[in-house]
């Protein structure tokens, strides 16, 4: 078990450019979900995925946003035409969806600045 | 709205002491589970320990037990002995599962470990 792992972990990039984050869950984990953190607050939901199906998209998620996770496994997460707004940490994690107690592993995050 | 609130965005302890973290929640679903992580300053987070809803015996891991009222919604976390490598930031998170698969955070709590 190597735990969830995401790269980059911090990207500075200039308003108007796209991004991409990357997030490789535990091997076994079959749910994978990306958060936004900013300063000073709690993890807020993005997104979530099951197998490689998107089920469930925040309102936070603006049509600039988009998330995948074509094989199940790895998921990328991707900011078109970046704003300064954006800057923040965003976090994967993982579970596997057959456990009841719905424990979610944290990977490291990706801090983003927008400048 | 389903909500976690955290009353006290700092608290402080004598090493070797112990502190009380404050959390309450807001849901009308009847299945649901309760969950502390620690996220220490640069570093990933940790969960800490968990907490079913349909059960009754409060949760504890070593030096972390809590004190679940489910009838009044508060969830708060018990650190005895506190150690210097307690001190980070806490966030006490609900996942309702359900319609929704997400975990909903606090603002968290801030805990400084005096030597």
């Known amino acids: 078990d190597t735990g969830v792992s995401q790269d980059p972990r911090h990207k500075i990039t200039k308003r108007g450019q796209n991004v991409t984050f990357r997030c490789d869950p535990i091997s076994e984990h079959n749910r994978l979900y990306w958060y936004r953190q900013t300063l000073g607050q709690g993890p807020e939901f993005l997104t979530y995925f099951q197998n490689e199906a998107q089920l469930e998209k925040s309102r936070l998620l603006s049509d600039r946003f988009s998330a995948e996770r074509p094989k199940g496994s790895f998921s990328t997460l991707e900011i078109q035409r970046t704003e300064q707004g954006d800057s923040a940490m965003y976090l994967c994690?993982?579970?596997?969806?057959?456990?009841?107690?719905?424990?979610?592993?944290f990977g490291p995050g990706t801090r983003l600045t927008v400048t | 709205a389903q909500t976690v609130t955290q009353s006290q965005p700092e608290m402080s302890v004598q090493e070797a002491e112990t502190v009380t973290l404050s959390c309450t929640y807001d849901t009308s679903e009847s299945d649901y589970y309760l969950f502390w992580y620690k996220q220490p300053p640069s570093r990933q987070m940790i969960l800490v320990i968990r907490?079913?809803?349909?059960?009754?015996q409060n949760a504890t891991e070593n030096r972390f037990s809590v004190n679940f009222q489910k009838a009044a919604k508060s969830f708060s976390l018990k650190i005895s002995d506190s150690q210097l490598g307690d001190a980070a930031m806490y966030f006490c998170?609900?996942?309702?599962?359900?319609?929704?698969?997400?975990?909903?955070f606090g603002t968290g709590t801030l805990l400084a470990v005096q030597p």
């Open positions: 907490q079913e809803a349909y059960k009754q």
């Open positions: 998170a609900c996942y309702y599962g359900g319609a929704t698969n997400k975990l909903i």
């Open positions: 994690a993982s579970s596997l969806a057959s456990r009841r107690n719905h424990e979610q592993y």
